[in-house]
């Protein structure tokens, strides 16, 4: 199975901008989507955005035009760019991988540990 790391998260101002990264490793060929979902506290886990190997990509409503999803297949990473952030994308946030080329739904096999991002009034 693959394994994800993601890296990347951590505090910042509303307003302001991070870059997460995933990095996968394992079986190098089995992810034909990949994503990104969210975990605040208290509410469930939501889907953020995802990515097919082929560049389809899904977003949750809350963050179109804020954010962007986008993977370098060469590389084995897939990249989650978050402009504008508001306190509310507050959350712990997981990579995972799916074996289908689908991305709505994404359908996860694998999942990353998570990383904190959290955002300040």
């Known amino acids: 199975q693959v394994q994800l790391v993601e890296s990347g998260g951590g505090l910042v101002q509303a307003g302001g901008s991070l870059r997460l990264s995933c990095a996968a490793s394992?079986?190098?060929?089995?992810?034909?989507?990949m994503g990104w979902y969210r975990q605040a506290p208290g509410k469930e886990r939501e889907l953020v955005a995802a990515?097919?190997?082929?560049?389809?990509?899904n977003y949750a409503d809350s963050v179109k035009g804020r954010f962007t999803i986008s993977r370098d297949i060469a590389k084995n990473t897939v990249y989650l760019q978050m402009n504008s952030l508001k306190p509310e994308d507050t959350a712990v946030y997981y990579c995972?991988?799916?074996?289908?080329?689908?991305?709505?739904?994404?359908?996860?096999?694998?999942w990353g540990q998570g990383t904190q991002v959290t955002v300040s009034s």
């Open positions: 394992g079986s190098a060929f089995s992810s034909q989507a």
């Open positions: 995972a991988a799916s074996r289908r080329p689908v991305v709505a739904p994404l359908l996860p096999v694998s």
């Open positions: 990515i097919t190997n082929g560049g389809s990509t």
